[in-house]
């Protein structure tokens, strides 16, 4: 099937390569104005390296900032202390990371999803690759690109308005910052603890390297190149039931929905759905930055970055499905006389892409008066080609798989077969489809700012005004393609016992068997030799899209500082036009339909900055943001996926409002010498929050009448956020050596949501969506001579993740997770230093559960533990 795809995506192979050969060089011979330097003594030097050096950087970058913001900087080997950039955002207060399959991918800020806060690379815009939304999956940003992680929590009238929780702003390493040429590189080897069960059993391994130097008459040019490669390969297993994932019985033993009132109050398990993932992911990156500063008063800067992410998953699925009314029912137990068995594998490749080039310039023209502006262009595609394959036994034949039910464990319910061979003999499974389908997107987007401001420095009284303006303009585009091919069982057979394959070894959850399931292989290759025998019905494009999106602002704001105090104040307009393109069905024909919207938004804020000492400092801000709704809910289509054999159907909502959030916030720092103490409050007020409703229906998506998940977007009637947060930073160098090495960073968040659902059983009053009512992080590092080590924990707190429509017992919620890390580090020579690392020390999963009292399974999954061993140098 050849699919049409609306990606331009970008071939940097060779700009890749090229920047891995010429790295070495920008670390060469300094200019010629370094070589006539006098040389200073080479031994007495004493030098803070390591994760002390970046915890000092962290805190004067905090203290240096006139708005309540929190940064993670790189060490002297120009790493970060994690990884993943997604990972490292952990470490800041009111930060939480939403995970998927095991690694941290999604900032939440104070309780906002990263699709309402603005992800920014050295302050240009990130396209995003999420299917539908205005995500910015960090994990895509290779760490080694980064010099610190900015995280804003009070924007000011120059910051987008879009950025309700704040703004995340990744900043790239410059020549100037250094002070002479540099050159970092690194490389580790990787053990997962789960890998090679299934199919692949390739090594995981990490490569980067980042260059730099200044040159020039004057050294007044700097340039910078760095470069990515990363492989991982490992395994999940999971156990899920279905959604709605419990339901109760009549006293005559028919199904009903959990809660109901003819219901019996024992809840059981609606299906068991045991997975196998096998994901092989590549990462790869470039980026290049190339400055001007020919003086003080003018700056300009070129720069560039490509990040590349390929995820290969296989991902396997066995299902066993209760047919019919249930019978000898106990409040743990119970049997049904017949059932369905279900073996499925998916295919999913997901490819994502994400470019930015970015020119800025900064010209202090006349005294007091400095202009800067910027052109940025970013463009991201999504690519997510799947090819899957289905078997089910035949419902006539329901008595053969019939089976008993214990609920003793709600976490882990588990299906007992009566006849097990029935259940694993694959000439029992008929084929129920292949499917070949395409999901892709790509998104462009363009903007400028200039900005022009006054600094009026008269002792100590300072004046600063500033105003600017931008202009963006989006262009979203997604597709969806689907073909289902079919064999006619009487003229055709074609069993699971063509194409079968042996499962995983080892119990899932040491209770659940996965076995047999579908060869991938051997499925491919039976499909291609007997592709003319199978029918084929395309579905058409209810699910296109193209979105295009026109946001022009502009603002003013002012600050006077007097003595201890600086207040600061202004407004932000921002006027936003929406087209939309997409497809729809009437009476069974395909018709186009343009959806036209707009709106309008003032934003004031005000801010106060007191220094009531040189190492105390308290600031207060009240704001005002919105949140835009995603590209794929604006435009009003309906697409249909598939979690595994489940068939999900999203539809949009073009009436959806923008969400308008008033904030307020209060922090008091201290500064101790090497530490830091923050404590800060903050409260908000937002109306027109989004969350996505999710119902059951009955439907025909292609492969006959089926429960289906319905999933539609709507505007909720109010949601208050309030919280607080507490962050200690402290280099222990007052303590007698060797204590002196010792350092700690942490910080907790409590926060407490409310939120109003419109639902059709009602009002529901819950938390906000993704909102962990406490997080906690804490690192104890100890640094002396050459060598460092590193324990830390992290814990995310429960939070609600899905609301049922029509069920309310059936909302879904994450259960609290705790994980554990440590490294360890020893530089064996000035240049060189190996490391080894250890991710989820405590082999900590993800729990989602359901039910009355939060206590039943939704969905269970393991990552196992991670080890990395590897070598750095910096020059």
Same mark, same amino acid.
């Given at each position: 099937?050849?699919?049409?795809?609306?990606?331009?995506?970008?071939?940097?192979?060779?700009?890749?390569?090229?920047?891995?050969?010429?790295?070495?060089?920008?670390?060469?011979?300094?200019?010629?104005?370094?070589?006539?330097?006098?040389?200073?003594?080479? /031994?007495?030097?004493?030098? !803070?390296?390591?994760?002390?050096?970046?915890?000092?950087?962290?805190?004067?970058?905090?203290?240096?900032?006139?708005?309540?913001?929190?940064?993670?900087?790189?060490?002297?080997?120009?790493?970060?202390?994690?990884?993943?950039?997604?990972?490292?955002?952990?470490?800041?207060?009111?930060?939480?990371?939403?995970?998927?399959?095991?690694?941290?991918?999604? =900032?939440?800020?104070?309780?906002?999803?990263?699709?309402?806060?603005?992800?920014?690379?050295?302050?240009?815009?990130?396209?995003?690759?999420?299917?539908?939304?205005?995500?910015?999956?960090?994990?895509?940003? =290779?760490?080694?690109?980064?010099?610190?992680?900015?995280?804003?929590?009070? &924007?000011?009238?120059?910051?987008?308005?879009?950025?309700?929780?704040?703004?995340?702003?990744?900043?790239?390493?410059?020549?100037?910052?250094?002070?002479? =040429?540099?050159?970092?590189?690194?490389?580790?080897?990787?053990?997962?603890?789960?890998?090679?069960?299934?199919?692949?059993?390739?090594?995981?391994?990490?490569?980067?390297?980042?260059?730099?130097?200044?040159?020039?008459?004057?050294?007044?040019?700097?340039?910078?190149?760095?470069?990515?490669?990363?492989?991982?390969?490992?395994?999940?297993?999971?156990?899920?039931?279905?959604?709605?994932?419990?339901?109760? $019985?009549?006293?005559?033993g028919a199904p009903v929905s959990s809660g109901a009132p003819t219901g019996n109050g024992i809840q059981v398990p609606a299906f068991q759905r045991l997975f196998w993932y096998n994901?092989?992911?590549?990462?790869?990156?470039?980026?290049?930055? /190339?400055?001007?500063?020919?003086?003080?008063?003018?700056?300009?800067?070129?720069?560039?970055?490509?990040?590349?992410?390929?995820?290969?998953?296989?991902?396997?699925?066995?299902?066993?499905?209760?047919?019919?009314?249930?019978?000898?029912?106990?409040?743990?137990?119970?049997?049904?006389?017949?059932?369905?068995? /279900? *073996?499925?594998?998916?295919?999913?490749?997901?490819?994502?892409?994400?470019?930015?080039?970015?020119?800025?310039? %900064?010209?202090?023209?006349?005294?007091?008066?400095?202009?800067? #502006?910027?052109?940025?262009?970013?463009?991201?595609?999504?690519?997510?080609?799947?090819?899957?394959?289905? +078997?089910?036994?035949?419902?006539?034949?329901?008595?053969?798989?019939?089976?008993?039910?214990?609920?003793?464990?709600?976490?882990?319910?588990?299906?007992?077969? *009566?006849?097990?061979?029935?259940?694993?003999?694959?000439?029992?499974?008929?084929?129920?489809?292949?499917?070949?389908?395409? %999901?892709?997107t790509n998104e462009q987007s363009y903007q400028g700012r200039f900005n022009l401001a006054f600094d009026q420095d008269q002792g100590d009284n300072n004046l600063k005004a500033k105003?600017?303006?931008?202009?963006?303009?989006?262009?979203?585009?997604?597709?969806?393609?689907?073909?289902? $091919?079919?064999?006619?069982?009487?003229?055709?057979?074609?069993?699971?016992?063509?194409?079968?394959?042996?499962?995983?070894?080892?119990?899932?959850?040491?209770?659940?068997?996965?076995?047999?399931? *579908?060869?991938?292989?051997?499925?491919?290759?039976?499909?291609?030799?007997?592709?003319?025998?199978?029918?084929?019905?395309?579905?058409?494009? %209810?699910?296109?899209?193209? !979105?295009?999106?026109?946001?022009?602002?502009?603002?003013?704001?002012?600050?006077?500082?007097?003595?201890?105090?600086?207040?600061?104040?202004?407004?932000?307009?921002?006027? %936003?036009?929406?087209?939309?393109?997409?497809?729809?069905?009437?009476? #069974?024909?395909?018709?186009?339909?343009?959806?036209?919207?707009?709106?309008?938004?003032?934003?004031?804020?005000?801010?106060?900055?007191?220094?009531?000492?040189?190492?105390?400092?308290?600031?207060?801000?009240?704001?005002?943001?919105?949140?835009?709704?995603?590209?794929?809910?604006?435009?009003?289509?309906?697409?249909?996926?598939?979690?595994?054999?489940?068939?999900?159907?999203?539809?949009?909502?073009?009436?959806?409002?923008?969400?308008?959030?008033?904030?307020?916030?209060?922090?008091?720092?201290?500064?101790?010498?090497? #530490?830091?103490?923050?404590?800060? /409050?903050?409260?908000?007020?937002?109306?027109?929050?989004?969350?996505?409703?999710?119902?059951?229906?009955?439907?025909?998506?292609?492969?006959?009448?089926?429960?289906?998940?319905?999933?539609?977007?709507?505007?909720?009637?109010?949601?208050?956020?309030?919280?607080?947060?507490?962050?200690?930073?402290?280099?222990?160098?007052?303590?007698?050596?060797?204590?002196?090495?010792?350092?700690?960073?942490?910080? !907790?968040?409590?926060?407490?949501?409310?939120?109003?659902?419109?639902?059709?059983?009602?009002?529901?009053?819950?938390?906000?969506?993704?909102?962990?009512?406490?997080?906690?992080?804490?690192?104890?590092? $100890?640094?002396?001579?050459?060598?460092?080590?590193?324990?830390?924990?992290?814990?995310?707190? #429960?939070?609600?993740?899905?609301?049922?429509?029509? &069920?309310?017992?059936?909302?879904?919620?994450?259960?609290?997770?705790?994980? +554990?890390?440590?490294?360890?580090?020893?530089?064996?020579?000035?240049?060189?230093?190996?490391?080894?690392?250890?991710?989820?020390?405590?082999?900590?999963?993800?729990?989602?559960?359901?039910?009355?009292?939060?206590?039943?399974?939704?969905?269970?999954?393991? $990552?196992?533990?991670?080890?990395?061993?590897?070598?750095?140098?910096?020059?």
């Amino acid at each position: 099937m050849t699919l049409p795809n609306p990606s331009r995506r970008p071939r940097p192979d060779v700009l890749m390569s090229a920047s891995i050969l010429v790295l070495a060089a920008f670390a060469g011979p300094a200019s010629a104005a370094d070589a006539d330097a006098p040389e200073g003594p080479a /031994v007495e030097e004493v030098v !803070v390296t390591g994760q002390r050096e970046a915890q000092r950087a962290a805190i004067a970058v905090k203290r240096d900032e006139f708005v309540v913001s929190d940064v993670v900087s790189a060490d002297d080997i120009g790493k970060l202390p994690d990884h993943n950039t997604a990972a490292a955002l952990r470490r800041i207060p009111g930060v939480s990371i939403m995970e998927d399959q095991g690694e941290p991918r999604f =900032p939440t800020i104070r309780g906002l999803r990263s699709t309402y806060n603005r992800t920014t690379v050295d302050g240009a815009i990130v396209g995003s690759v999420d299917e539908s939304g205005r995500t910015v999956p960090l994990d895509i940003v =290779p760490s080694v690109m980064a010099g610190r992680l900015e995280v804003i929590k009070t &924007v000011t009238p120059e910051n987008d308005g879009n950025a309700i929780g704040g703004v995340v702003n990744v900043t790239t390493r410059s020549a100037f910052d250094a002070g002479r =040429p540099f050159l970092n590189a690194m490389a580790s080897y990787g053990h997962y603890e789960r890998h090679g069960d299934v199919r692949n059993d390739k090594p995981a391994f990490r490569l980067a390297a980042a260059a730099g130097r200044t040159f020039g008459a004057e050294d007044e040019w700097g340039v910078v190149l760095g470069a990515s490669f990363e492989q991982l390969d490992y395994d999940i297993p999971q156990v899920e039931s279905q959604d709605p994932s419990v339901r109760e $019985y009549t006293a005559a033993g028919a199904p009903v929905s959990s809660g109901a009132p003819t219901g019996n109050g024992i809840q059981v398990p609606a299906f068991q759905r045991l997975f196998w993932y096998n994901n092989t992911k590549q990462r790869k990156g470039v980026n290049g930055k /190339v400055e001007y500063r020919p003086t003080d008063d003018f700056r300009a800067e070129i720069s560039g970055l490509y990040a590349k992410m390929e995820d290969d998953e296989e991902r396997i699925e066995n299902r066993i499905e209760p047919l019919g009314n249930v019978a000898n029912q106990t409040p743990t137990s119970g049997a049904f006389a017949r059932g369905r068995g /279900v *073996i499925q594998l998916n295919q999913p490749i997901t490819t994502r892409e994400v470019d930015i080039g970015r020119a800025s310039f %900064t010209w202090a023209f006349a005294p007091a008066w400095t202009a800067d #502006g910027d052109l940025i262009v970013s463009e991201a595609a999504l690519d997510v080609p799947n090819h899957s394959v289905e +078997f089910r036994t035949v419902d006539a034949q329901g008595a053969n798989y019939a089976f008993n039910y214990d609920t003793t464990n709600p976490l882990f319910p588990v299906f007992r077969p *009566i006849n097990d061979t029935a259940f694993r003999t694959p000439a029992n499974y008929n084929l129920q489809q292949h499917r070949d389908a395409l %999901t892709a997107t790509n998104e462009q987007s363009y903007q400028g700012r200039f900005n022009l401001a006054f600094d009026q420095d008269q002792g100590d009284n300072n004046l600063k005004a500033k105003v600017g303006g931008v202009a963006r303009s989006t262009l979203r585009k997604f597709i969806s393609r689907q073909t289902n $091919y079919t064999v006619n069982q009487a003229t055709f057979p074609y069993t699971l016992a063509a194409v079968a394959g042996q499962g995983p070894r080892e119990l899932i959850a040491d209770r659940y068997l996965l076995n047999p399931r *579908i060869d991938a292989d051997l499925a491919r290759e039976f499909f291609n030799t007997n592709r003319a025998r199978f029918n084929t019905t395309v579905a058409a494009p %209810t699910g296109d899209y193209k !979105v295009k999106e026109d946001v022009l602002a502009g603002y003013a704001q002012a600050s006077y500082e007097f003595g201890p105090f600086t207040v600061l104040g202004g407004v932000r307009y921002e006027h %936003t036009d929406i087209r939309a393109n997409v497809n729809r069905v009437a009476g #069974g024909v395909l018709t186009p339909v343009t959806n036209d919207g707009g709106y309008s938004n003032w934003m004031p804020s005000a801010h106060l900055q007191w220094k009531l000492r040189d190492d105390l400092i308290v600031r207060a801000a009240w704001t005002n943001t919105i949140g835009r709704p995603d590209f794929g809910q604006l435009a009003g289509a309906e697409n249909v996926t598939f979690d595994g054999a489940q068939a999900i159907l999203s539809r949009g909502n073009p009436d959806l409002k923008p969400r308008e959030s008033e904030g307020f916030d209060l922090s008091v720092e201290f500064y101790p010498p090497d #530490g830091l103490i923050s404590l800060a /409050v903050f409260h908000k007020d937002i109306k027109n929050e989004i969350f996505t409703l999710t119902s059951t229906e009955l439907l025909n998506v292609g492969r006959g009448v089926e429960s289906v998940q319905v999933r539609t977007a709507r505007n909720v009637e109010s949601v208050k956020l309030k919280g607080l947060e507490f962050g200690v930073q402290q280099a222990f160098t007052f303590l007698p050596a060797p204590f002196d090495g010792f350092g700690f960073n942490g910080n !907790v968040t409590l926060v407490d949501s409310d939120a109003t659902y419109i639902t059709s059983a009602g009002r529901r009053k819950r938390g906000l969506f993704q909102q962990p009512e406490i997080t906690t992080n804490e690192s104890v590092y $100890y640094q002396r001579g050459p060598f460092e080590a590193r324990v830390s924990h992290n814990y995310i707190g #429960g939070f609600l993740e899905t609301i049922v429509d029509a &069920v309310p017992n059936s909302d879904q919620y994450w259960k609290g997770r705790h994980s +554990f890390d440590a490294s360890v580090s020893w530089r064996v020579r000035e240049n060189f230093t190996i490391f080894a690392e250890g991710q989820n020390l405590s082999n900590t999963g993800r729990q989602e559960v359901t039910g009355p009292n939060q206590r039943n399974l939704q969905e269970w999954a393991n $990552y196992g533990r991670t080890y990395w061993i590897g070598l750095a140098a910096s020059f």
